[in-house]
C-alpha cells in the first residue's frame, strides 16, 4: 500500500551494529506496528503503538526498540544487531475508528534486513 | 495460547478453476478473521475479512467460510487467474488489534 512507506528497503549491516528502520504513513491512522517474517513464517508482532505517548511491547521484542515521534511515523531500532535478527521487516496502520468488520491493519512494502 | 495454522504450504490450481486455501485456528476468541495476499517482494494486502459472528462472506471472486464448530476458515478464489499467484495468510484478530498470523500457503496457478 503506498500509503505505508518503508525506508530502507535494503539493508545490509554487520553483528554489533546499531540500524534504525523507518515507517511512514498519510492514512491518518493512529495505531502503528512493526512485524517481522521469517522465511515459511507468518508475521509476528515485535512492537504496537496506539498514539504518539503509547508504545507497547509485541510478542518478540527482545533486541528491538522504537519510537513514535508522530502519529504518521513509527521507527525500529536495533541496538546491536544480532545474525538471528536477519528477516522481513513490515511496518502496519490501522485506524482504531474502523467501523468495519474489523480494525483492518494495512502494511508497508517491508524492509529486508541481513545481518553479517 | 492462541495459535493460526494452515494445512497445506503449496496449492497448485489449473488456471479457470476454483482456489480453496484452509486455516485452522485453536482459539475460539477471536474477534474476527483475515486473510492476506502476499506477492513477492510486497507487503501482505487485505483481502476479506469476517467476523466471529458469521458463517460466510463474499467479495470481489473471493469467499470467507468460517466454520466455528471445528475452529476452520477457509478462502475460495473463483476462476482463478495468474495474477492470485501469491502466498495466502490467514490471521485471528483477538482484543480488537492483536493478528496472529499463520504460516501461509503458496498458491501456484497453472497456465
Known amino acids: 500500500d503506498a500509503d505505508v512507506t518503508q525506508t530502507p528497503r535494503n539493508r545490509i549491516t554487520k553483528t554489533g551494529k546499531r540500524i534504525m528502520l523507518e515507517c511512514s504513513q498519510t492514512?491518518?491512522?493512529?495505531?502503528m506496528y512493526w512485524y517481522r517474517q521469517d522465511p515459511g513464517l507468518g508475521l509476528r508482532l515485535i512492537y504496537y503503538?496506539?498514539?504518539?505517548?503509547?508504545?507497547n511491547k509485541g510478542e518478540i521484542s527482545d533486541g528491538y526498540s522504537v519510537s513514535r515521534q508522530a502519529q504518521a511515523k513509527f521507527s525500529l531500532s536495533l541496538e546491536s544487531a544480532i545474525p538471528n535478527q536477519t528477516a522481513l521487516y513490515f511496518c502496519a496502520t490501522s485506524d482504531s475508528s474502523d467501523r468495519g468488520v474489523g480494525e483492518t491493519q494495512y502494511f508497508g512494502p517491508g524492509t529486508r534486513l541481513l545481518v553479517l | 495460547g492462541e495459535s493460526v495454522g494452515l494445512h497445506l504450504p503449496t496449492l497448485s490450481v489449473q488456471e479457470g478453476d476454483n482456489s480453496i486455501i484452509n486455516c485452522a485456528y485453536s482459539?475460539?476468541?477471536?474477534?474476527?478473521f483475515i486473510w492476506y495476499k502476499q506477492e513477492s517482494g510486497k507487503g501482505p494486502q487485505f483481502i476479506i475479512d469476517?467476523?466471529?459472528?458469521?458463517d460466510k462472506r463474499q467479495g470481489q471472486r473471493v469467499t470467507v467460510l468460517l466454520n466455528k464448530t471445528v475452529k476452520h476458515l477457509s478462502l475460495q478464489i473463483a476462476a482463478t487467474q495468474p495474477g492470485d499467484s501469491a502466498v495466502y495468510f490467514c490471521a485471528g484478530c483477538y482484543s480488537s488489534y492483536k493478528l496472529i498470523f499463520g504460516s501461509g500457503t503458496r498458491l501456484l496457478v497453472r497456465p
Open positions: 469476517i467476523r466471529s459472528n458469521m
Open positions: 503503538s496506539f498514539d504518539v505517548k503509547d508504545i
Open positions: 482459539n475460539s476468541a477471536s474477534d474476527y
Open positions: 492514512k491518518g491512522h493512529d495505531r
